[in-house]
C-alpha cells in the first residue's frame, strides 16, 4: 500500500540568502557499465529558494555530468522532471529542499517504469496508451470553418474543462499499484484524458472509446485506491475519471442487453 | 546508420511544427511526415506560453486595427505584406483550433471569449485562462494522434541538415535513448525549434530553448535576421525569470514602485486610468514596459531585495480571490509554490527578463528560405511580423497560421521534386556523425559545458540588455570569440552511448554560441534605438532615437566559419503604414485620431 503524500509546507517565503548544505541521494544507473541501480550521496550547498530540481542540476554542473534527467519549463508545465522525491512522486520543479533540510533526501526515477539510465525511465508504453483512446474530437456535428466557433454553456464547460489539465508527467502511474501488477493497464491519466473527450459537448466518440474503457486493460484494473489523485500536481482526479467511467461501462453492458443498436449513445 | 526516407520533415514539435504536420497530412495524406523533436511534443516550450493568441474577434474590432498596432509594436520593422495576410489568417486557425477541442475560455453565453493585452487597441486575446499554449499545445498534439502519415521521432536530436543539388534534403539525428545516428531525408524540410532565450542568464524559457534550428539554418549559409532584437518581458519572477504573464495587466493588475505609485505615466504611457484601458498604462507594449523599469533602477525607485535584487510590485490584490482563480489560475499558484505569496493578500515582485526573440532565420512570406527546401515557422523563424518588438499574443497565433503556410507550401515542394541521391546524402549524414561522435570521444580537454554556459548568459545579460551601449557590447563580442575558442578545449564527464544529456548539451551549447555572436554582432552594428533595441551612446547621444535614413532595414547575420558573423542589410516592406513616431497612451489616441482624420 503507497504511502499517505504529505503536502509540504509553503515556508521559506522570500528566499533568504543564507547558503546551507544538503545531502542529496541519488539511485544512479548506467546500463552499459552497471547490473543494478546504485546510490551516490552528494552534498549540494543550496539557499531556500532552491527546488530539488535546481539540487539535481547543480549536481550535474559541478559534480558529475553524467548524471541524467529530463527537465524543461521549471514552472510545472511541461511534465518532464517527475521524480520519486523521498519515495514520493512529485515536480522536482516545484519541490523545495527547503523542505526536506536538515534530512537527507532521497531521489529515484519513477517507480513503475522502465529506467533507461539515472533518472530518465522509458515513456513510450505511456505514450501508447494516450494514443490509444482517440485523444481527440470526433465530431458530434462537423461544422465548417465558415460556420465560426461551435457553443459551449458554462454548465458544457464545466464537464470536462478539470480534465483537460492533465500535463502527462506519470507522477499517477508512479503512484498507482494497479499500473505496478498489471503494466497494460490503460492508467490513470490516459483514463482521465478519455473521458475529457467523452465530456466534451462537441465531441460524439463516446461509443467508439468504450471498448477500451471495459476492456482488460480498462477501468476495472482500478482498485480505487485513490493515490493518483493525491499525487496528482494539477488536481486534474484522474481516480474520478476512472471510477466515472466504471459506471458508464457497467450501464453500457447492460444497454447492449436492453437495446438493439448496443450501449452508450 | 538508420535510414528513414519521409517526404516532409519537420524539426520541433511545439505548436508551429505540430500545425505544420497536420498541415501536410490533411492537405496530402500520401506524404510520409517525419516530426523530429529533442523532447516529447507536450513537453515543447509552446506549453509554457500563458496569456493567449490575437485573432480579431470582436465587431468592434477590425484587420486593419490589428495590423496597425503590429506594425506599430514593431516600430515600423515588419513585412507589412506578411502582417496583413497574418491578421487576416489568425481568426480562421483559431476557429480551427477551436473545432478541434481547444478549451477557450468563454462568455456566459457560450461563445468564446477574448481579452485585452498590451499594445492591442481592442480586447482580441483569445484565451484558456492563463494556460493558453498548454491548451494549445495538447490540443495540437493530441490531434495529430489522427493522422497515421505522421511519424514521430520523439526524442532524436537534430545535428545537421543535408544539403545536395542546392537544396535542404533531410536532417541527422541522436536518438537521444541509444546514442546511435538516424539519418532522415525529405524533400522538405521545416525548422520548427523555437527561440534562443536561453543564451541569457535570467530568462522565462525552458532548459530546451538553445536555438538550434537558427545555428542549424545559419551554418548552411541562411540569414538570421533581426538577432538584435530580444524581447524583455516586463513581469518576471527574480531569480528564475519565469514568466507572470501580461495577461495579469490585461485582467487590470497594477505595476508599482517602491513608493506604490504606478510610475508607467511618467513614461508616454499615462495619463492614468482606474480601469484597464487598450494602449495606456499597464497595457503598453512589453519594450517600452520594461525600459521604464530600467529607468526606475536608475532612479532609485525600485525596491531592493538582498537576494531579489531590483524589483517591482505587480499588484493584483484589488481584483480578488475568485476573479484571479478563475481568469490566472496558474499565476495564483506559482506565486504561493515558488514565492510563498497570495497573491489576493500581497503584491507580487517581479523585474524584466529575457522572454522571446523577435529575428530568427530569414524567410519569405511562403515561410521558405534561401535554401530551396528548407522552411521556418515560429519563433525560430523571421518571417516579418514582429519587427523590432513583437505585441503579446501575436506569436501564438504565428505558430497556427505560418505553420499551416509552411506545411501547405512544403506538400507543394514534396509533390514536385525528384527523390534525392541518397549515396550522397549518406555521405554527408556519416561525415556529420563522425563530427559530433568527435565532441563525446576527445580526451585531454579542460572545459566544462557548464562553465562555458555560465560565462556565456553572464556575458549576454551585460552586453545586450534592455538599455545599451557600444563598450559593453564589443567586451560582450569579445567574450564570445574567447568562448568559441574555449569550446574547443571542451571535456565531457559522460562518454557513453545511451542518453548522453551532457553531449547533447555540449552540442546545444555549440548552437548557442553561434547564435549569440548573431544577437551580439548584430546588435553593435545597428547604430540606433529601435523597438527592443535601444542605445543610450553615440556622438552627442545620437544612437538614443530611431534612424528611418539609415536603419528602416533589416540586419542579415552570415555565418562565417571561425569569426565573427558578417552583418549586410535588407529593405523592409512596406504597403500602407510609413513610419510614424511610435506613441503609447493618450498621445497615442490623438495620433489615431490624426491619421482617420487625414484619410476622410
Known amino acids: 500500500m503507497a504511502p499517505p503524500v504529505k503536502r509540504q509546507t509553503r515556508k521559506g517565503k522570500h528566499p533568504m540568502s543564507e547558503q546551507k548544505i544538503i545531502e542529496i541521494e541519488v539511485l544512479r544507473y548506467k546500463p552499459e557499465s552497471d547490473q543494478a541501480p546504485h546510490s551516490e550521496v552528494y552534498k549540494v550547498p543550496f539557499t531556500d529558494d532552491m527546488s530539488v530540481l535546481q539540487g539535481v542540476q547543480y549536481i550535474k554542473d559541478n559534480f558529475d555530468g553524467s548524471l541524467t534527467f529530463r527537465w524543461s519549463c521549471r514552472m510545472a508545465i511541461c511534465g518532464s522532471c517527475g521524480m520519486m522525491i523521498n519515495g514520493i512522486p512529485k515536480l522536482s520543479c516545484e519541490s523545495f529542499l527547503r523542505d526536506y533540510y536538515p534530512n537527507r533526501i532521497t531521489i529515484e526515477a519513477l517507480a513503475n517504469f522502465p529506467i533507461e539510465k539515472d533518472l530518465v525511465v522509458d515513456l513510450s508504453g505511456f505514450i501508447e496508451k494516450l494514443e490509444a483512446i482517440q485523444p481527440y474530437i470526433i465530431p458530434k456535428e462537423p461544422r465548417t470553418l465558415e460556420q465560426g466557433e461551435y457553443i459551449q454553456t458554462p454548465e458544457q464547460f464545466s464537464q470536462y474543462i478539470q480534465f483537460t489539465s492533465c500535463i502527462n508527467c506519470t507522477l499517477c502511474y508512479a503512484a498507482c499499484p494497479q499500473v505496478g501488477l498489471n503494466p497494460d493497464f490503460i492508467g490513470p491519466a490516459a483514463m482521465a484524458l478519455l473521458h475529457r473527450y467523452n465530456m466534451d459537448s462537441r465531441d460524439g466518440g463516446q461509443a467508439q472509446r468504450m471498448e477500451l474503457v471495459a476492456s482488460e486493460e480498462g477501468v476495472y484494473n482500478c482498485s480505487a485506491v485513490g493515490y493518483c489523485s493525491e499525487v496528482c500536481p494539477k488536481h486534474v482526479d484522474p481516480g474520478n475519471a476512472v471510477n466515472v467511467n466504471k459506471i458508464n461501462a457497467a450501464k453500457d453492458y447492460f444497454l447492449r442487453f436492453l437495446s438493439p443498436k448496443g450501449g452508450a449513445q | ?600
Open chain 2, 1 to 600: 546508420m538508420e535510414i528513414y526516407k519521409a517526404d516532409v520533415v519537420i524539426v520541433g514539435g511545439g505548436g508551429a511544427g505540430l500545425r505544420a504536420a497536420i498541415a501536410v497530412a490533411e492537405s496530402d495524406p500520401s506524404l510520409k511526415i517525419a516530426l523530429v523533436s529533442k523532447v516529447y511534443p507536450m513537453r515543447s516550450h509552446t506549453v509554457a506560453a500563458e496569456g493567449g493568441a490575437a485573432g480579431v474577434k470582436r465587431p468592434d474590432d477590425s484587420f486593419d486595427y490589428h495590423f496597425h498596432d503590429t506594425v506599430g509594436g514593431g516600430d515600423w520593422l515588419c513585412e507589412q505584406d506578411v502582417v496583413e495576410y497574418f491578421v487576416k489568417q489568425a481568426p480562421v486557425e483559431l476557429t480551427q483550433l477551436e473545432h478541434w477541442g481547444c478549451p477557450w475560455s468563454r462568455t456566459a453565453d457560450g461563445h468564446v471569449n477574448v481579452r485585452p493585452f498590451g499594445g492591442m487597441k481592442i480586447q482580441r486575446t483569445w484565451f484558456a485562462a492563463d494556460k493558453s499554449g498548454f491548451h494549445i499545445l495538447h490540443t495540437l498534439f493530441q490531434t495529430s494522434i489522427k493522422y497515421p502519415s505522421i511519424k514521430r521521432f520523439d526524442e532524436y536530436f537534430v545535428v545537421d541538415l543535408l544539403e545536395d543539388e542546392g537544396r535542404c534534403q533531410g536532417v541527422v539525428a541522436i536518438e537521444m535513448a541509444t546514442g546511435e545516428f538516424t539519418m532522415i531525408e525529405g524533400k522538405s524540410v521545416i525548422l520548427a525549434t523555437g527561440g534562443a532565450g536561453r543564451v541569457f542568464r535570467e530568462s522565462t524559457l525552458g532548459g530546451i530553448v538553445t536555438g538550434d534550428g537558427m545555428a542549424l539554418a545559419f551554418r548552411h549559409g541562411v540569414a538570421l535576421r533581426d538577432m538584435e532584437f530580444v524581447q524583455y518581458h516586463p513581469t518576471c519572477m527574480p531569480i528564475t525569470g519565469l514568466l507572470f504573464t501580461e495577461a495579469c495587466r490585461g485582467e487590470g493588475g497594477y505595476l508599482v514602485n517602491k513608493d506604490g505609485y504606478r510610475y508607467l505615466q511618467d513614461y508616454g504611457l499615462g495619463p492614468l486610468q482606474d480601469k484597464p484601458k487598450n494602449k495606456y498604462m499597464e497595457l503598453g507594449p512589453r519594450d517600452r514596459l520594461s525600459q521604464a523599469f530600467w529607468y526606475e533602477q536608475q532612479k532609485g525607485r525600485t525596491i531592493e531585495h538582498p537576494v531579489m535584487g531590483s524589483v517591482v510590485h505587480l499588484d493584483l490584490r484589488h481584483l480578488g480571490e475568485a476573479y484571479l482563480r478563475e481568469r490566472l489560475p496558474l499565476i495564483y499558484e506559482m506565486a504561493e509554490t515558488f514565492m510563498g505569496i497570495d497573491p489576493a493578500k500581497e503584491p507580487i515582485p517581479v523585474r524584466a527578463g529575457v522572454h522571446y526573440t523577435m529575428g530568427g532565420v530569414r524567410v519569405a512570406g511562403n515561410c521558405e528560405s534561401s535554401l530551396p527546401g528548407l522552411f521556418a515557422i515560429g519563433e525560430c523563424a523571421s518571417v516579418g511580423i514582429h519587427g523590432a518588438n513583437r505585441l503579446g499574443s501575436n506569436s501564438l497565433t504565428e505558430l497556427l497560421v505560418f505553420g499551416k503556410v509552411a506545411g501547405d507550401e512544403a506538400v507543394k515542394k514534396a509533390q514536385s521534386l525528384p527523390p534525392g541521391n541518397s549515396a550522397t546524402l549518406l555521405k554527408q549524414a556519416q561525415a556529420a556523425e563522425q563530427r559530433v561522435l568527435a565532441l563525446k570521444t576527445k580526451t585531454g580537454g579542460t572545459e566544462r559545458v557548464a562553465t562555458i554556459r555560465k560565462e556565456m548568459v553572464k556575458s549576454m545579460e551585460d552586453g545586450c540588455g534592455i538599455f545599451r551601449v557600444a563598450e559593453t557590447m564589443q567586451a560582450n563580442c569579445d567574450k564570445l570569440a574567447e568562448l568559441r575558442e574555449r569550446f574547443k578545449n571542451i571535456n565531457l564527464d559522460d562518454k557513453t552511448s545511451v542518453w548522453n544529456t551532457d553531449w547533447l548539451s555540449a552540442i546545444e551549447l555549440d548552437y548557442q554560441l553561434d547564435v549569440a555572436q548573431a544577437m551580439a554582432h548584430s546588435a553593435i552594428n545597428r547604430t540606433e534605438s529601435r523597438g527592443a533595441h535601444q542605445r543610450l551612446d553615440g556622438p552627442d547621444g545620437a544612437y538614443k532615437v530611431r534612424d528611418d535614413v539609415n536603419f528602416l532595414k533589416h540586419s542579415d547575420a552570415f555565418y562565417v566559419p571561425g569569426s565573427a558573423p558578417r552583418i549586410t542589410y535588407g529593405d523592409v516592406k512596406i504597403t500602407k503604414s510609413p513610419p510614424e513616431v511610435r506613441v503609447y497612451g493618450a498621445a497615442g489616441e490623438k495620433a489615431d485620431q490624426e491619421r482617420k482624420a487625414s484619410h476622410v
